[in-house]
């Protein structure tokens, strides 16, 4: 005999917000600074912020930290995580090796079943609803990254990008949103370019495609730091 379900319930506050759009919300203060690097969030001051109870505030801080936006130091709470521009720029340095070498070796090595996965994937992932979460959307973009790296058939330039990404996931969240169709449109090129087993284009695009990325993202993190800091001082 089989057992019974158990129900699921979410908890919902009384304004109508559960922890999964507290999240949310926070993700977009995070990505405006409206935290600064280092700053120790208080669990109480949020909640009222919000208008909810402390439950929920741990939970979606909780998943920040898995995130990578925020640390958690044990006895002394969650702290906004320090961000270095240099840091990132080597990383995205590093990614955009590792990803122009894998179109390279993918333009010689994709087979034409892996090719229609990834199209098909892409053709999911262009048709998603315009108004999908920027945490979707991040997840999105990581998918086909790795999975375009994953034709190389090399699994240490996965696993090097992989490590990557776990790094530098908190920042892929700035203005991803505004960039969706462009960043698509890039995704369909340098797949387009390698089905057509175009290594020089194939490699042209993805290399600009993640420095363009990288400028706009080193740009913002380098913005956001002078409102805080230099504006404090005026």
């Known amino acids: 005999m ?3 379900k158990k129900n699921v319930t979410v908890e ?18 995070m990505v405006r600074f409206d935290f600064r690097p280092g700053e120790h969030l208080n669990e109480g ?45 080597d990383l995205y340095e590093l990614r955009q090796q590792i990803e122009v070498g ?3 070796l993918a333009v010689e090595r994709a087979t034409p079943q892996a ?3 990834l199209d098909a994937f892409l053709a999911r992932s262009m048709a998603a609803t315009p108004d999908c979460s920027v945490d979707a959307l991040v997840d999105l973009d990581e998918q086909f990254h790795q999975s375009l790296v994953k034709l190389s058939g090399n699994g240490e330039m996965l696993r090097c990008l992989q490590g990557i990404n776990a ?14 169709d462009v960043t698509q449109g890039e995704h369909r090129a340098v797949l387009d370019a390698i089905a057509a087993r175009d290594s020089l284009r194939g490699c042209e695009l993805m290399n600009k495609h993640v420095q363009r990325r990288l400028e706009q993202i080193v740009e913002r993190v380098r913005e956001s730091y002078g409102r805080i800091y230099v504006g404090d001082a005026t």
């Open 12 to 29: 919902v506050e009384p304004n109508g917000m559960g922890p999964a759009r507290l999240y949310e919300l926070l993700i977009d203060a």
């Open 167 to 180: 790094r530098i996931r908190f920042v892929r969240w700035i203005d991803m949103r505004g960039r969706r």
């Open 115 to 117: 090719l229609a996965e």
């Open 102 to 104: 894998a179109v390279r």
């Open 2 to 4: 089989s057992r019974p």
């Open 45 to 89: 001051a949020i909640a009222r912020d919000f208008g909810v109870s402390r439950t929920p505030v741990r939970e979606a801080l909780s998943k920040l930290v898995v995130a990578g936006f925020i640390d958690h130091e044990p006895g002394q709470g969650f702290f906004r995580r320090q961000l270095d521009p240099k840091e990132i720029f």
